[in-house]
């Protein structure tokens, strides 16, 4: 079976394609184009929703046609073969607020044969909602043109089965994806710009958040404590890389002069960050003279504010609920520091850890295609309307 998914509910435009076996544990990648919006945004200090919609609307054909043609799926017509009118009419309908969208999407259809596409899954939440729109619309006309079933996918929940995916090159050099054999319940550290979430998956599928952060997202604190240091964004990735320099060169900060590590002690799997980055915002205002010795020092004790946090109630929530595996998602899981000691503190309780690849961590479509995959494997059923949820949690799915 081959599925194609669509990803736009952020900064990245992003189409994968994967091949199944018969019993749809083992995924053949095809294809997974990405386009990332990051360089543009990074002008305005954070993502601008209708800024990344009229940008996934200008790369989703294109990015389209890159995925069909690396997968082998794309043969071209040297005619022309009209859709026909209701097809037409539709998928202009569906694509009237996505300039060019329409026409580009239906010249691509009417000059190619059909390919072999055997379902569609597409992102509809949580994320911004113009930008998921964009993907949605495709995915909805794509799915009327190859008359293929449409399964909507919730972002987190990709993120969660991408975080726990083992990845082996075939002899061809090909990528294969497979899911490891997990004892359930599983708990999840869901960490990205827009996330902070302890989710216990029992072995249906469904999903309970048991934590999750009261304000800012750690992806967020990151990007903002970035910001006030002058780091350009996303600056997650450099306030780490930054703190990992002190690190290395071994400078601890003593405990009296540490940001507060927030709700650390407290009894439940709740996060704030909020008041931690305002810490920093403090701490950089009242410096006269800042010099990037001082810049990466505030970079490595923040670093080891989350870290520790975020280590403390992962550890607290794997032991209430008797998980024995921990799986970590999101962009944030590509944090060196935090794969660190999570995986130190795993292995002392002798628990097993499914980190993603640093490059997997981030949004793609892959993530997007290996959860309908496990959808399709539940028997959960395709749908015929799909509607962009903004805040779809994933306990909702
Ligand atoms: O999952 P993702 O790509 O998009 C969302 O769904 O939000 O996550 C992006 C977030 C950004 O806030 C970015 O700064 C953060 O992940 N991030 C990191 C690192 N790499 C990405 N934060 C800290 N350390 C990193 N190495
Ligand atoms: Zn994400």
Sequence with gaps: MNILAI?????ETAIAIVQTNAS???MRVLAEPLLSQI????EYGGVFPALAKREHAKAI?????TALTEAGLYHPKKVRQPLGSKL?????????REENTSEELINLLEYMRTPKIDAIAVTSGPGLEPALWVGINTALALSSALDVPLYPVNH???HMYAGALISEKNAKGETVLSFPDIAYPILTLLISGGHTELVLTKNNGKHTIVGATRDDAVGEAFDKVARVLGIPYPGGPEVSRRAKLMRDSGVTIPKQDQFPRPMLHTPDFDFS???LKTSVLYRTQKIENMTDEIRNTIALDFENAVTEVIVKKT??????????TLIVGGGVSANTEIRKRLTESISEVKKTIYLPKPKDATDNALMIAVTAVKHIKLGKKPKKKVIANGNWKISKT
């Design 39 to 42: 360089a543009l945004h990074a």
């Design 315 to 324: 550890m607290g929530a794997l032991e209430k609920y008797s998980a024995q």
């Design 7 to 11: 990803e736009t509910s952020c900064d």
């Design 273 to 275: 960050f909020s008041g």
């Design 156 to 158: 987190m929940e990709g």
């Design 24 to 26: 749809m544990n083992r």
């Design 88 to 96: 037409t009419k539709k998928i202009q309908t569906l694509l009237a």
């Design 61 to 65: 054909v294109p990015l389209l046609k």
